[in-house]
């Protein structure tokens, strides 16, 4: 089975996560594709494969060195690569339809009747003229967010087993539910998975390379109002709605996703839920930089200081908590994880493009977790939608790299 027939097969199974689920994996049907999976690397003859009750997969590939060999095959270090199977609740994942659109001409694309993904609209497109893409029907996405890493872990792993010529350590493959909604690494077993560094397959497309993302924290914020019959309302009322929106208000209009790039933090309205009697905002907090992190929400506290202030205190709520991370605090000390990837994308000829990353993965909280995990790019473009594709040789490339950094690991000093 090639790369291409992997990732094909991997995108037939719905995998969507679920935000508002109190289980784990959030969706029972992850654990249907966690089981084809680990299926699939027993027969491809890993070792050490073990699916665990939440939906997390850990597999081997055994060391080909000899203690003869110029490192020694106790020295070479244990390394690792991740990749998540659900996908985005976004965008439905149920029936997907993926076409293949060989050497692609630049031209406007038509998924199905209706539906096109143009060059105009998704000028990333552009950058894979003469490439082979594949594509979505128009109506779900495409689940190369993140079935595309695993497929090119698998496959990599595979050539290596073909290559024996290619000396390698130990390396340790994991892949996980749950990343989409923030919970990816929360049960993942950092001890059990027994690396000096690990490298997430999460990234977009071909050449990034990402070792600095977002700190994260959730903002919950209730407002408690008071129903009145509005003709009887003056003095009594207290408008949960009216309030919802003047909270909102607080927040600065030019530091949101719309307005907001690189290194430039936000805060992000994702839900209103409100009535007379109460209403609850939820927001996510982003910003690169710890200080800025902290002030921010700090901002969001004193808001809601202000607002009971002016209607009595418990009238405004503000419940702040902690996602994730910036990786860079615990890469930035482990700089050899990095240098290697820039020497594997070099010999592989791809160009890296090393970027902050406008979001976070799984790898920034096992960073915290004492495993240095950066992000490496998968090929993927226009994640969680209809228009998603990705390019076969960018998932090739990949491949390649993976590789490469396997082989440039066993040769690695401290």
Request: proline residues 3%.
């Amino acid at each position: 089975m090639n790369i291409i027939e992997r990732f094909l097969n991997y995108t037939k199974f719905d995998t969507q996560s679920a935000e508002d689920s109190q289980t784990v994996p959030s969706t029972a049907k992850q654990l249907v594709f966690a089981e084809y999976l680990k299926n699939e690397l027993e027969h491809e003859g890993f070792d050490d494969v073990e699916l665990d009750d939440k939906g997390y997969i850990y597999a081997t590939l055994k060391s080909n060195l000899k203690k003869s060999d110029s490192n020694g095959a106790e020295k070479v270090p244990t390394i690792g690569f991740i990749s998540h199977y659900d996908t985005s609740p976004d965008c439905s994942g149920a029936g997907v339809n993926a076409q293949i659109l060989n050497n692609y001409d630049g031209s406007d694309i038509t998924l199905s009747e209706g539906i096109v993904s143009s060059p105009k609209k998704f000028p990333e497109l552009l950058q894979h003229i003469g490439e082979d893409l594949i594509v979505t029907d128009g109506h779900t996405l495409l689940g190369a967010d993140d079935k595309a890493g695993i497929a090119e872990i698998v496959q990599a792993m595979i050539y290596l087993q073909e290559h024996k010529e290619i000396k390698h350590g130990k390396i340790r493959i994991a892949f996980n539910p749950d990343e989409e909604i923030g919970m990816g690494a929360h049960h993942f077993d950092v001890e059990k998975f027994g690396c000096d560094w690990a490298y997430t397959m999460d990234g977009g497309d071909v050449g990034e390379l990402e070792f600095e993302n977002f700190n994260a924290a959730s903002a919950k914020v209730s407002i408690k109002g008071v129903s009145v019959h509005p003709g009887y309302a003056k003095g009594k009322m207290i408008n949960a709605n009216a309030l919802a929106a003047e909270f909102a208000a607080m927040l600065p209009a030019d530091e949101t996703p719309e307005t907001t790039e690189g290194y430039q933090g936000f805060y992000h309205l994702l839900s209103i839920n409100s009535n007379i009697e109460q209403a609850k905002l939820s927001y996510i907090i982003r910003d690169h930089d710890r200080d800025k992190f902290e002030a921010r929400k700090r901002f969001v506290q004193r808001c809601a200081e202000q607002m009971n202030e002016k209607y009595g205190e418990g009238a405004v709520e503000a419940v702040v908590s902690d996602q994730y991370y910036n990786m860079k605090e615990k890469i930035d000390s482990q700089m050899h994880v990095i240098d290697l990837v820039l020497k594997a994308m070099q010999e592989t000829g791809v160009a890296p493009k090393v970027r902050p990353i406008r979001g976070g993965t799984d790898g920034a909280q096992l960073s915290f977790r004492g495993l240095p995990c950066p992000n490496i790019f998968a090929g993927g473009v226009n994640f969680h939608g209809p228009y998603e594709f990705v390019s076969i040789q960018s998932m090739e490339k990949a491949m390649q790299v993976i590789v490469k950094i396997c082989e440039l690991t066993a040769k690695y000093t401290d």
